[in-house]
């Protein structure tokens, strides 16, 4: 945006008084207008920076998520394989162990959720 150079009003300008008063006011706006745009360019690079962060933290949620499954899967093939190749003894066994398990955690975690909720007794 090249401007023309401010030129001083004459006494005896012949109508030149009012376009030096137009021009100025359009320097005025032009001002006003380019702190605008250098504002809207900050907040569209910030905008930017915001998406690319994202993604990034997307990228990496998806590939958390690859890694899970994989894992997953090989634990079902895992437990399939032993279930196809295990005694009826050994599958009785493994069923206490995980049902005592999980009711032993249950009641661990509801005990220790239960004292701290309760607030201390004052005497």
């Known amino acids: 945006m090249s401007r023309r150079p401010n030129r001083t009003p004459l006494e005896d300008d012949g109508g030149y008084g009012e376009a030096f008063e137009l021009e100025q006011q359009n320097d005025m706006h032009l001002d006003s207008l380019a702190a605008k745009v250098s504002a809207l360019h900050s907040v569209s690079l910030n905008i930017h920076d915001n998406v690319t962060d994202q993604n990034r933290m997307l990228e990496g949620t998806s590939d958390t998520f690859n890694r899970f499954g994989n894992m997953f899967d ?15 003894r050994f599958l009785c066994y493994l069923t206490l162990v995980l049902v005592f398990g999980v009711f032993g955690l249950y009641y661990t975690a509801k005990h220790i959720l239960t004292s701290s909720a309760d607030p201390p007794e004052l005497q």
């Open 74 to 88: 090989r634990t079902r093939n895992q437990l399939t394989h032993t279930l196809a190749t295990a005694n009826s």
